[in-house]
Structures are given as structure tokens and as C-alpha cells.
């Protein structure tokens, strides 16, 4: 079983070491038993300046004017990304879309 990135400490110091190691990603995360999802999410976080050890979240209001007989949906917006979702999502089904997304 692959180990994911633990924190952002782990992050910085796996990463400095596949730069070293002039190895791919693939064959890097093999090695030491970590799972390249997570290093790449990682990866681009720290790149795009939210690696930080408060990742930056920003909580905002959500507001619908959907009818009240129609279950509300929210929206994530993130740059080109966008993910909708209803009352009855499946906080599963999301994290692995919201990894997928992260990854892209």
C-alpha cells in the first residue's frame, strides 16, 4: 500500500529529493512506497503557493435562489474548474473528484 503525503514538511523534503534524484515521478514514488497522486497534488499546490501550512482556505456564503421545493446546489469555482453538487452528494464520490481536479 502506497503511503500519501503526510504534511507539508513531507511534501517539501520528498520533492526536494526527486529533483535530486533526476528520476521520473513515477519511478521516484515507486521507490519510497508514496503514492504520486498525492506528491503531484502536492507538487502543484506548493507551485501555485498554497502548500503553505494553512493551505489559504477561503470560506465564503452560500446563497441559492432556487425554490424552496428544489433541493439547493453549490458550486465550486476554481479557476477553469467548476464542481456542482446537491444536498445528497457523497463526501467520498467528492474528495475524488476534488483529487482529480487538484491533480490536473
Same mark, same amino acid.
Given at each position: 500500500?502506497?503511503?500519501?503525503?503526510?504534511?507539508?514538511?513531507?511534501?517539501?523534503?520528498?520533492?526536494?529529493?526527486?529533483?535530486?534524484?533526476?528520476?521520473?515521478?513515477?519511478?521516484?514514488?515507486?521507490?519510497?512506497?508514496?503514492?504520486?497522486?498525492?506528491?503531484?497534488?502536492?507538487?502543484?499546490? @506548493?507551485?501555485?503557493? $498554497?502548500?503553505? %501550512?494553512? +493551505?489559504? /482556505?477561503?470560506? &465564503?456564503? @452560500?446563497?441559492?435562489? $432556487?425554490?424552496? %421545493?428544489? +433541493?439547493? /446546489?453549490?458550486? &465550486?469555482? @476554481?479557476?477553469?474548474?467548476?464542481?456542482?453538487?446537491?444536498?445528497?452528494?457523497?463526501?467520498?464520490? @467528492?474528495?475524488?473528484?476534488?483529487?482529480?481536479?487538484?491533480?490536473?
Amino acid at each position: 500500500m502506497l503511503r500519501k503525503v503526510r504534511d507539508h514538511e513531507d511534501a517539501v523534503e520528498l520533492l526536494d529529493a526527486l529533483e535530486r534524484s533526476g528520476r521520473s515521478l513515477v519511478d521516484f514514488c515507486r521507490a519510497r512506497g508514496v503514492d504520486g497522486r498525492s506528491l503531484n497534488c502536492w507538487r502543484h499546490n @506548493l507551485q501555485r503557493g $498554497r502548500g503553505a %501550512s494553512s +493551505p489559504g /482556505l477561503c470560506l &465564503v456564503e @452560500l446563497a441559492t435562489s $432556487r425554490p424552496p %421545493s428544489r +433541493p439547493p /446546489l453549490y458550486r &465550486v469555482l @476554481l479557476g477553469e474548474f467548476e464542481v456542482e453538487v446537491d444536498d445528497d452528494f457523497r463526501n467520498d464520490t @467528492l474528495a475524488r473528484l476534488l483529487a482529480v481536479v487538484a491533480a490536473c
